[in-house]
């Protein structure tokens, strides 16, 4: 095997290092060392093509076991999750992995949770950070938190949904679709995971709000966690009797808006969407507009 690889490597070498090298071309052309050497490997190879396979599939075990050992000692924040038998997921200080400030959150969650709160305030990253280290546990066996316990799941996500114009399909029928997969998703009667990030917004507001109160009922008891991010306090408000309620929150300082990142129990958090507009130097037409109208809507 060495003598049949030795003259690829100083054909190498010698083009590496001499520019004018065609002499050394015009003898491997000469010689056909080139073709020689591969024929050699090829009678090399045969009969231990499952030696060589599964040599190839010890270093791919080495070099993910490597990068997941990166991975841990990278993380400011880790731990070996408990896999229960509990219908409960239970974490502390739990972290999304690809944030380099990352802020710390607990959560316990009993099956449903739904999430209001300011824009930007933090909610889609807490349920991608929870639906990451849902699959991290059950793969590398470490999470991104300081303690993680979780049944053994599935997960599934309705999240950054967009249209599609290969298909022809609209932004609502895309998430008709989500949907739909993950009612499908049920009948296999397994522990599964739904993350879903403003449910049904697709669609006109009447419509939204009774498509969406119908399906959060129907996956309310099923055998399913279920956590909903929306902006909708009047949907949060007709399904709090099957879901806990969460949210996050805002701060304003001399027309400068801050976050906190951490998630409280219960039903809240701040209108910003006028106030962002603001930081982002909207018109002052456009914003006095919209505090106008905000106004007297609030009065009907």
């Known amino acids: 095997m060495e003598k049949a690889v030795g003259g690829f490597s100083v054909r190498k070498a010698f083009e590496l290092n001499d520019p004018n090298n065609f002499l050394l071309d015009y003898l491997f052309g000469i010689t056909l060392i080139d073709l020689v050497s591969y024929i050699k490997l090829s009678r090399a190879i045969l009969g231990n093509e499952e030696a060589i396979l599964h040599l190839f599939d010890l270093a791919g075990t080495v070099d993910s076991a490597i990068s997941c050992a990166s991975f841990q000692k990278g993380m400011k924040c880790g731990c070996h ?32 949770t739904i999430i209001t709160g300011a824009n930007a305030s933090g909610k889609s990253t807490l349920m991608k950070a929870l639906a990451v ?28 949904i967009r249209d599609d114009l290969i298909s022809g399909e609209s932004y609502y029928v895309r998430e008709v679709k989500y949907m739909r997969r993950m009612v499908k998703r049920l009948e296999s009667g397994k522990m599964v995971l739904f993350v879903v990030d403003e449910i049904m917004k697709g669609t006109n507001q009447r419509e939204r709000l009774a498509v969406s109160e119908a399906l959060l009922h129907f996956f309310s008891d099923k055998t399913c966690f279920i956590i909903v991010a929306t902006h909708d306090h009047e949907l949060a408000e007709r399904v709090r009797d099957a879901y806990k309620c969460y949210y996050f929150d805002c701060f304003y300082d001399e027309g400068t808006i801050t976050f906190d990142y951490k998630i409280k129990a219960g039903l809240g958090g701040e209108s910003n969407a006028i106030l962002l507009l603001e930081q982002f130097d909207f018109p002052e037409e456009v914003l006095s507009d919209a505090k106008e109208i905000l106004s007297h809507e609030g009065d009907l």
């Open 133 to 160: 280290n849902v699959i991290l546990a059950q793969t590398i066996d470490f999470c991104t938190a300081s303690k993680f316990e979780i049944p053994e799941m599935d997960v599934m996500s309705s999240m950054a």
């Open 81 to 112: 999750p408990t896999l229960t038998k509990k219908e409960e997921i239970c974490c502390e200080d739990l972290l999304h992995p690809l944030l380099r400030d990352a802020v710390g959150n607990d959560l316990v969650l009993t099956k449903n």
